[in-house]
């Protein structure tokens, strides 16, 4: 499919603030429930927050409110987007090649995103057991170990989880995700903040988790600190994978892109910083490890809620909310891989949705057995697993974000009307992303 062959009548969100819900949904998600606290905990707490809320500033938002640029003038498929907006400013061809990198990277993340899903899932039926009288809930180390060596369990909730997702995008992109997010933003958002009163109430902990999180430190900040911020705010805001593109292409011509995209930046670190505030005082009321990596949220979360008055209702509300998180970011990275294999096979869009849940319940299954049944398989010293987080965060994110950035700066930012928001995108983009990026891929590739 050519460029010119888009046709501009496309579909619309039936207000902007559906955008805000999508682009909220695809950004709010294990990023901001598991990871974050998890990295918060890792680099020692508030100077790393500090540092990560100074790349989200200066590069991440600017980035997200680029790509949705790029996606309202050039349209819903990744790779033509960038061939037409390219075009018109007798850019190279080879600007659509972001298009098939954001897709790549989309299905990596799918495969271990999918995963992580299913724990989700299965956390979430668990403790709805218990609640429901059942057996005590999965909880501690042990337990998660249980899990994640039972590949048909892990199968079955990836499997579970890539069919509906499948089903939702199958229905309709815009009308799926709309009718999705209707009903989860308000759940989730209702769920988080009650949580997050039960547990200020029922720890006391607040206040210390407060301090943990906004009381700098610098002397806990490692050299990595600095890549490990930047490529998590590339990740919480899916950017660099045209995702936001692809809901920017849905956008009305008159609507506030800069406006919009900040509300979904403000949110998306709003949540971000509510999750780690119902996850750290429950950590320190009852001394489990803040530093417990990703295990954090299923084993030392689980054991905290054990020990609460009414714990199993608390489980159930806190995964339930994940597990929603989780499923709409699901539904957008697949939706990446969906619109790219259209344009690129020029296949129909159900067939391109059947082939994206088939790649992800492949990717998926490929991570399952590789902690399971194949787990002496590694790549360069890593599980698959870990290959496909690092790789993602660490190195193809801030590439494609540099592409991206380099990108806007030339074809978008120099036509904006004069302004602050033009001097913020391009202090963002033109010089902010570039040495930023630079400097990352350097430390990591020769170290300092
Ligand atoms: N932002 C998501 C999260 O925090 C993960 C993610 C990264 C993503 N890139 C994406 C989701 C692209 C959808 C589309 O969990």
Same mark, same amino acid.
């Given at each position: 499919?050519?460029?010119?062959?888009?046709?501009?009548?496309?579909?619309? *969100?039936?207000?902007?603030?559906?955008?805000?819900?999508?682009?909220?949904?695809?950004?709010?998600?294990?990023?901001?429930?598991?990871?974050?606290?998890?990295?918060? +905990?890792?680099?020692?707490?508030?100077?790393?927050?500090?540092?990560?809320?100074?790349?989200?500033?200066?590069?991440?938002?600017?980035?997200?409110?680029?790509?949705?640029?790029?996606?309202?003038?050039?349209?819903?498929?990744? !790779?033509?987007?960038?061939?037409?907006?390219?075009?018109?400013?007798?850019?190279?061809?080879? *600007?659509?090649?972001?298009?098939?990198?954001?897709?790549?990277?989309?299905?990596?993340?799918?495969?271990?995103?999918?995963? %992580?899903?299913?724990?989700?899932?299965?956390?979430?039926?668990?403790?709805?057991?218990?609640?429901?009288?059942?057996?005590?809930?999965?909880?501690? !180390?042990?337990?998660?170990?249980?899990?994640?060596?039972?590949?048909?369990?892990?199968?079955?909730?990836?499997?579970?989880?890539?069919?509906?997702?499948?089903?939702?995008?199958?229905? &309709?992109?815009?009308?799926?995700? =709309? @009718? %999705?997010?209707?009903?989860?933003?308000?759940?989730?958002?209702?769920?988080?903040?009650?949580?997050?009163?039960?547990?200020?109430?029922?720890?006391?902990?607040?206040?210390?988790?407060?301090?943990?999180?906004? =009381?700098? &430190?610098? @002397?806990?900040?490692?050299?990595?600190?600095?890549?490990?911020?930047?490529?998590?705010?590339?990740?919480?805001?899916? %950017?660099?994978?045209?995702?936001?593109?692809?809901?920017? !292409?849905?956008?009305?011509?008159?609507?506030?892109?800069?406006?919009?995209?900040?509300?979904?930046?403000?949110?998306?670190?709003?949540?971000?910083?509510?999750?780690?505030?119902?996850?750290?005082?429950?950590?320190?009321?009852?001394?489990?490890?803040?530093?417990?990596?990703?295990?954090?949220?299923?084993?030392?979360?689980?054991?905290?809620?054990?020990?609460?008055?009414?714990?199993?209702?608390?489980?159930?509300?806190?995964?339930?909310?994940?597990?929603?998180?989780?499923?709409?970011?699901?539904?957008?990275?697949?939706?990446?891989?969906?619109?790219?294999?259209?344009?690129?096979?020029?296949?129909? +869009?159900?067939?391109?949705?059947?082939?994206?849940?088939?790649?992800?319940?492949?990717?998926?299954?490929? %991570?399952?057995?590789?902690?399971?049944? *194949?787990?002496?398989?590694?790549?360069?010293?890593?599980?698959?697993?870990?290959?496909?987080?690092?790789?993602?965060?660490?190195?193809?994110?801030?590439?494609?974000?540099?592409?991206?950035?380099?990108?806007?700066?030339?074809?978008?930012?120099?036509?904006?009307?004069?302004?602050?928001?033009?001097?913020?995108?391009?202090?963002?983009?033109?010089?902010?992303?570039?040495?930023?990026?630079?400097?990352?891929? *350097?430390?990591?590739?020769?170290?300092?």
């Amino acid at each position: 499919m050519t460029a010119s062959s888009i046709a501009p009548a496309r579909p619309h *969100w039936s207000s902007r603030l559906m955008f805000v819900f999508a682009a909220s949904g695809s950004a709010v998600g294990l990023g901001n429930i598991w990871k974050f606290p998890y990295i918060v +905990g890792e680099n020692g707490g508030g100077a790393f927050v500090l540092l990560y809320l100074a790349c989200l500033i200066g590069l991440g938002a600017p980035l997200l409110i680029g790509e949705v640029f790029v996606g309202r003038k050039g349209g819903e498929f990744p !790779a033509s987007a960038f061939l037409r907006v390219a075009r018109e400013k007798a850019m190279s061809r080879l *600007w659509g090649g972001l298009g098939a990198l954001g897709a790549i990277i989309a299905l990596m993340i799918l495969a271990f995103y999918s995963v %992580v899903s299913g724990w989700v899932g299965i956390y979430t039926v668990d403790f709805a057991q218990a609640v429901l009288g059942g057996d005590a809930a999965r909880s501690g !180390a042990d337990a998660f170990s249980a899990m994640l060596a039972d590949p048909t369990l892990q199968l079955s909730a990836v499997t579970a989880i890539v069919v509906t997702a499948g089903l939702v995008i199958y229905y &309709d992109v815009t009308g799926g995700i =709309q @009718s %999705v997010m209707r009903y989860v933003a308000p759940l989730f958002v209702v769920l988080l903040v009650a949580m997050l009163v039960m547990v200020a109430a029922t720890t006391g902990k607040l206040g210390e988790a407060f301090t943990y999180m906004f =009381q700098p &430190d610098f @002397s806990a900040l490692s050299v990595d600190a600095f890549g490990e911020a930047l490529g998590h705010a590339f990740f919480t805001l899916s %950017v660099g994978m045209c995702g936001m593109l692809i809901y920017g !292409a849905y956008l009305d011509d008159e609507a506030n892109i800069p406006r919009l995209g900040i509300s979904v930046a403000l949110l998306d670190t709003a949540i971000a910083i509510a999750a780690a505030l119902i996850i750290f005082p429950i950590v320190f009321a009852f001394n489990l490890e803040s530093n417990g990596g990703p295990g954090l949220l299923f084993i030392a979360l689980p054991q905290g809620f054990t020990l609460l008055p009414n714990g199993d209702l608390f489980g159930l509300g806190f995964f339930t909310a994940t597990l929603l998180a989780a499923f709409s970011s699901l539904i957008a990275l697949m939706i990446i891989a969906r619109h790219w294999l259209e344009e690129t096979l020029n296949v129909s +869009g159900s067939s391109a949705t059947l082939m994206a849940a088939g790649a992800t319940w492949i990717g998926g299954a490929a %991570v399952t057995l590789s902690m399971t049944v *194949w787990d002496s398989i590694s790549i360069l010293g890593l599980s698959l697993f870990d290959f496909l987080d690092q790789a993602t965060s660490s190195w193809l994110l801030p590439i494609s974000g540099l592409g991206m950035a380099i990108f806007v700066s030339r074809a978008i930012v120099p036509d904006m009307p004069e302004g602050p928001v033009k001097i913020y995108l391009r202090a963002g983009l033109t010089y902010i992303a570039p040495l930023g990026i630079v400097v990352l891929i *350097w430390s990591k590739a020769v170290g300092f």
